[in-house]
Structure formats: C-alpha cells, structure tokens
C-alpha cells in the first residue's frame, strides 16, 4: 500500500483548516460571501505557506454545488460534491493549474488563453492558475495583458510567486494582491501537535518546537521534517535523535559558552569549541541558537516585567533569566552583534570551528579590562596592584611645576640650513641629574605625567626633572638657543652631517622652451575652461609643441595610443575656438617639455622644498640627533 506524505495528506481542504494566514482568509471569505469577487488574484509568499492551497480552496468556493448540488458560491465549500472532490483529486476540467516554470514561454500562455474563449465546461467558473508566474518571459507577460486585465465573466486567474519582485507592474496593476506570511514557530508546533495526535506517533515537546524552528515559516517544511524524523526515531520523535538528525546544537552548550562570556572565562570557552567540534554539531547552528537566546536577553533586561511571566516548568527559560541577570546589558548588545555577524565569516575562514572560536573571544577582547579580571587569580591582582601603586609613587616622586618647553635661538641663515660655527656634536646620551629642591609652585595632577612601565626600561631622559636647566643635564653640552627670534646668543654645535642642508634630487627630465611655455598656457586655458576632456586632455598633456606657423600648430607626443584621429580632430577643434589655431598635426616622438613634465616638475619641487623644510630645521635636527627621532617616509605634504 502507498503512503501519503503528511505534507500532503493534511493539506487543508477549506479555509477553516487554514492556519496562519487569518488575513487572507478572512479577506477572501467575505469576498465570496458577499460574491464580491475580482476577476484576478496574486497571492505571494516564501515555500510552504499555503499560495497553492488557498488557490484550490477559492477554486472548490466558486464552484461549489453543495451535497444536494444546489449550493451557491460559498466561504465553506462541502467537499463531498462532484466539483470539490475533482479538484481534490486534480481531475475538474474547468481548474487549470500551468507550471511557470517549466511553460515559461508564450506559446505555451497563448494555448492557455486559447482556452479562455471557451465557456466552463461542467463548474460555475473557468478557474487558471499560474504557479510561479515570475518566470515568465516578458513576451509570455506581454500576452496575457489583454485578457488578464478584461477576462470573460465565467474566467478567474489565480496567479501565486515567491518573487513579487520579478512580475511585471503591469501585471500586479491588474490582480488583487495577497502576501502570506511565514509561520511563526508557535503556529507551527500547535499544528504539529495536532497532526501527531491524530497520526497516534509520540512525540517530545522540545523535538516539535525543535522542528518548529527548523521549518522556517513553511508548513510543508515542518511536515516534510516530520515526516524525515519519524524514520529516523522508528516511529518516535525524541529531542536527541531530531537534533541529531538537524545538526542542532543542545541548548546547554549555548548556556555554558553565554555564562563563559559573561564571567571572561576564556578557558571554557575554548573547551566548550573543541567539544562541539568533537561531537560534530555545526558552528553556524551554535550561533544561530546564540542569537535567539542572546535576543530573548535582551528582551528580558529591557523590559523586566516579562521576567514574570517566565514559566518555571521551563528550563530554557528559567536558564535565560539568569543570564540576562548575570550578563550586563551592553554586552548581551555586542554578543548579539558579533554572532549576528560572526555567521557570515564561517565560510571565509578556512576552518568553521576557528571562525566560531574567534568570533566568541572577540568579546572578551572588547570588554573592559575591570570585567576581564573579575575571573583573574589572587595571586595576578595583586601583582597588578602593587604595580599600579609603584607607577603612582614614582609619578608622584617626579611632579613638577607645570613643565615649559626650552626656547630654541635660531641662526639667522636657519632658514637654509644650520650655522657654520655649530661643529661640536651633542652628548648623545645625556646623564642625570640630582632632583630639584621642592618649590611651593603648583604640582602637575600625576594623570598627566608619563609613567614608565618599570624603572629598569626608562630611557635616560625620562629621569631628568622637566624644570631642570638645560646645561645641568651634561657638563660636555652646550647650553641651547634662547629665543625663535633668529639671534643666537650662543648657538649650539650639531655633527657636520647634520649640518648640511637637506636636498632631494630632481628626477624629472625636463629641457624648457619659448614654444613650451607658449603650450602650457595654451593647455592650462583649455582645462580650466573645460574645452578638452578624457582622452582629448591627455593628449594635450603629453604632447610638445615643437613648430608654429601659419599653417598650423606641430605637436610630438612620445605614446602612439593617443595620437588617434577622433582625438586630434577635437583637440584641433578646441584650439581654434579658443585661439584661432589655422591647424594641428601630430607627429610621434621623443618629449622633453610637455605641460605633463612641468606639472609634474612643479609638484616635485614643491615636495622638495617641504621636505627641505622640514628637514632642515634645527629642532628637528636636534631632536634626531640627540634622541634618535626619524621622519616618517612620505608624510610631508606640501601645502
């Protein structure tokens, strides 16, 4: 004997049996009561939410004869007449189901709409139903515009997509529109629930809520899994053997890495990994399961009076609440943030279980340092206080007056480089000196004073109190510049190759000329005015102007790809627009003074000059030579 799957064999016959769709149900059953019917309905929605079911159902209403086979078009169809049980069965000449996607071309809707001329041949209405109507062509669309939008009156269309998207405005202008939503998990356990009862199969409440989850908003999913589970179980449905067959990760494990986090317990957590990844249950299910308890969190701390309503007899719940207690509300935030995201990076990473592993720890990197150490031991607090303390006393040790940095007197000539006289190098590691005798000024708050990690790692300047007197850090030193007025009273001596002005070398092969400067004029007037563009402007970029006649104006350009006739003609046609040019030739060659070789020469020397700058200033020379300070490649701009 064949077996009916239960997908199908507990397909609603009529809108009562209906489940999860009440707004459709209740819109189209007042339209048939009151025989307010339109002549074109779209129903759309994800798999498995019922488009193809309510379509049979409004067939089996408008056609209905009732058990004495005088019945009307009505919201209750009997199902015992011949018109209910053939469409039931698939056999009613006047309903025709197309498949789109299998007869998407418009042949195959001009036979459909052949049909139409046809008055109903045993029922009340010609009922045409097109399955997954957006893979038509637009052809096929274009076709059935006409007698979609002025259909017989005996003639309904019953359109169903999973893609809305997709269908023609001039189609949905035209239908009545419906959009079945998903199920929600409740409905679907419920449903479930009665569907086992009457098929006398024991099933768990948590292996059917598990289910629930698993279909996704489709009814016929959650059969179809149920079905699956059945055979699995041997005819039971237990919570162990549907998560074993799902992939789903056990809430426990969920509880301990949420309780982990919660705590910084990085430990844990990376074992709670290995685990999972011993027993083989998907990273993305364990963060999937992350995300909704993480969200019924939320919900729990944001609004506290539903942590009432929690049934006690369930220990999801129960666990939830104590961890929306135990885990504070920003971080539930984040966490949530991070498994939300961190389920795109598994199929980037090259091992899914180290995605889910560093995706969890990323939490802990962006907790406070406070929060990450309640689970420290004894033994690394205190070493961490103590050294907080020795840091504080040090600092307290070394406040000062408010510190003032040293006036620098320049030489006169500073601007281009550093003084002849200046030949004696300074101490390169100046030494201490004694600490200064208290004075009664106000001391610097400790928060603002640099704080060494340890004594042993100072650098020697960092010993040396700021209000010390420059010629008390070395007797081998002179003392330094006065004032940045450029009158140095006694100027202090840098090594000779600190001396020497900075100068960076000129790369550019440039080789001025009259005609040259004549061009580059030329060329800057045509951009500004934006009479060439694109490639027109490159070619005059690139180009030398080597002759000037009355006959017209000679230009070299060294790149054959632009020497093209289109952008000759249209520089040509610029030049005598704007100055008259009688003509223009090109020819190919060697460039040595092209507005492009000037702009660039331009920008080097302006670059060149900053750096110079820069580099030649006498605190920057010191500041090298005495503390080892570097400029940073490439970050000197021009103004």
């Not at 627009?577 to 702009?599: F, H, I, Q, W, Y």
């Not at 000059?609 to 400029?631: E, K, M, R, S, Y």
């Amino acid at each position: 004997m064949s077996y009916l799957v239960l997908a199908r064999k507990y397909r609603p016959r009529n809108f009562a049996e209906m489940v999860g769709q009440e707004h459709v149900v209740q819109a189209l059953g007042n339209a048939l009561t009151q025989q307010r019917l339109h002549h074109a309905y779209l129903f759309t929605g994800t798999r498995g939410v019922g488009k193809t079911t309510v379509s049979r159902i409004f067939a089996k209403s408008v056609n209905c004869t009732g058990a004495d086979g005088q019945g009307e078009i009505t919201a209750s169809p009997c199902g015992v007449c011949p018109a209910c049980t053939e469409i039931d069965s698939g056999r009613f000449p006047d309903y025709i189901e197309l498949d789109a996607a299998s007869n998407r071309g418009v042949d195959e809707v001009q036979s459909l709409l052949e049909q139409a001329v046809y008055k109903p041949v045993q029922g009340r209405f010609k009922v045409f139903m097109i399955d997954e109507v957006h893979m038509l062509t637009s052809t096929a669309f274009n076709a059935m515009l006409k007698t979609l939008e002025e259909p017989p009156e005996y003639l309904k269309f019953v359109l169903a997509t999973t893609d809305p998207q997709k269908v023609p405005v001039t189609v949905l202008s035209r239908c009545l529109q419906f959009n079945l939503r998903p199920m929600a998990p409740e409905t679907v356990f419920e449903h479930l629930t009665q569907v086992l009862q009457k098929e006398a199969i024991p099933a768990e409440p948590m292996a059917l809520k598990l289910l629930a989850r698993g279909a996704r908003g489709s009814m016929r999913d959650a059969l179809s899994l149920a079905d699956q589970a059945i055979a699995f179980g041997c005819g039971q449905l237990q919570e162990a053997s549907v998560r074993q067959m799902l992939g789903s990760v056990d809430r426990s494990y969920v509880f301990s890495l949420i309780a982990a986090l919660a705590q910084g317990d990085g430990r844990t957590v990376v074992e709670t990994v290995n685990t999972l990844r011993f027993n083989g249950i998907s990273a993305a299910s364990t963060l999937e399961e992350m995300t909704m308890v993480l969200q019924r969190m939320a919900v729990l701390q944001t609004v506290p009076d539903m942590a009432v309503a929690v049934d006690g007899t369930d220990p999801d719940a129960v666990q939830m609440l104590e961890l929306a207690r135990t885990m504070p509300a920003d971080e539930t935030q984040l966490l949530y943030s991070i498994t939300l995201h961190g389920r795109q990076e598994l199929g980037l990473a090259p091992d899914e279980y180290a995605a889910l592993t560093m995706a969890l720890l990323r939490l802990l990197a962006f907790k406070p340092q406070g929060a990450v150490s309640r689970t420290a031991p004894v033994a690394a607090m205190a070493a961490s206080a103590e050294k907080k303390t020795l840091k504080l006393a040090e600092a307290a040790s070394i406040a000062t007056p408010a510190a003032v940095l040293p006036k620098i007197e320049l030489p006169q000539n500073a601007a281009v480089g550093m003084p002849e006289q200046l030949s004696q190098p300074l101490s390169s590691a100046p030494a201490p000196a004694p600490a200064p005798a208290p004075a009664p000024a106000p001391v610097v708050p400790v928060a603002a004073l640099p704080v060494a990690p340890s004594t042993q790692d100072v650098p020697p300047w960092e010993d040396i109190p700021v209000d010390a007197p420059l010629e008390t850090i070395s007797s081998d030193e002179p003392p330094v510049w006065d004032d940045l007025e450029g009158n140095a009273s006694q100027p202090q001596t840098l090594p000779p190759e600190v001396q020497a002005p900075v100068r960076v070398a000129s790369t550019v092969a440039l080789e001025c000329t009259p005609l040259g400067d004549v061009w580059h004029a030329a060329v800057s007037q045509l951009i500004e005015a934006e009479a060439v563009t694109a490639l027109v402007r490159e070619l005059a970029l690139q180009s030398q102007l080597i002759a000037q006649d009355e006959q017209g104006w000679t230009l070299r350009v060294e790149r054959n790809s632009l020497n093209q006739a289109v952008a000759r003609e249209r520089l040509a046609k610029a030049l005598a627009d704007a100055m008259a040019c009688p003509g223009l030739m090109v020819e190919s060659g060697k460039v040595t003074d092209s507005p492009a070789l000037r702009n660039k020469a331009h920008a080097q020397a302006r670059q060149e000059q900053a750096q110079a700058i820069v580099l030649n200033d006498p605190q920057v020379q010191h500041l090298v030579q005495t503390f080892g300070a570097t400029v940073v490649p490439g970050s000197i701009r021009p103004l």
